[in-house]
T-cell receptor, first 115, second 112 residues
Framework: KAGVTQTPRYLIKTRGQQVTLSCSPI?????VSWYQQTPGQGLQFLFE???????NKGNFPGRFSGRQFSNSRSEMNVSTLELGDSALYLC??????????????FGQGTRLTVV | AQSVTQLGSHVSVSEGALVLLRCNYS??????LFWYVQYPNQGLQLLLK??????LVKGINGFEAEFKKSETSFHLTKPSAHMSDAAEYFC??????????FGSGTQLTVLP
């Protein structure tokens, strides 16, 4: 079956602009989580969506937001971009059940560069 | 709260040698632990996971890990390294909210 698809793979934006990243989860998966990966801070959890509702949120400013559609596809938006937002943004999909051991499948990521 | 510490940001081994990547965790709930691998410009791929069943867990590509509660450790091993194992490896713990908390990663280099 098809894996997690993230678009675009690469993006260059200017400070102050906003950006929207897209994630299509594996068919049948209802949970989508977003992570930010930077050399300095490593992998950090942004938020999780399940059945179109934000179920969990990490410690990021309000400039970072997301949503999930009825087909489980998710978008992440970053407004007023800062240089420090340059990162690899990873999306992970899972069944979304309450089992903490359920595997999360990751997409290849979107590399965002803010100049 | 959960946290993961990976000892050694860079590990080098010769091809055919034992691979040992260290991971220690802290968790306020019984831990579910994961090892992921990341190749350059790629996402994360699950190698193996511990979910309170057998303490010795076998994963893909010949990797295995042993959960030791008394040492709060979940070290990753492979008996014989292959050139294709060169990548970055992440240990992670799943907390009560199901989000993954990752360690800082270990870059594995395999020398010919």
């Amino acid at each position: 079956k098809a894996g997690v698809t993230q678009t675009p793979r690469y993006l260059i934006k200017t400070r102050g602009q906003q950006v929207t990243l897209s994630c299509s989860p594996i068919s049948g998966h209802r949970s989508v989580s977003w992570y930010q990966q930077t050399p300095g801070q490593g992998l950090q959890f942004l938020f999780e969506y399940f059945s179109e509702t934000q179920r969990n949120k990490g410690n990021f400013p309000g400039r970072f937001s997301g949503r999930q559609f009825s087909n489980s596809r998710s978008e992440m938006n970053v407004s007023t971009l800062e240089l420090g937002d340059s990162a690899l943004y990873l999306c992970a999909s899972s069944l979304g059940d309450r089992d903490r051991g359920t595997e999360a499948f990751f997409g290849q990521g979107t590399r965002l560069t803010v100049v | 709260a959960q946290s993961v510490t990976q000892l050694g940001s860079h590990v080098s081994v010769s091809e055919g040698a034992l691979v040992l990547l260290r991971c220690n965790y802290s968790s306020s709930v019984p831990p579910y632990l994961f090892w992921y691998v990341q190749y350059p410009n790629q996402g994360l791929q699950l190698l193996l996971k511990y979910t309170s069943a057998a303490t010795l867990v076998k994963g893909i590509n010949g990797f295995e890990a042993e959960f030791k509660k008394s040492e709060t450790s979940f070290h990753l091993t492979k008996p014989s390294a292959h050139m294709s194992d060169a990548a970055e490896y992440f240990c992670a713990v799943s907390g009560s909210a199901r989000q993954l908390t990752f360690g800082s990663g270990t870059q594995l280099t395999v020398l010919p």
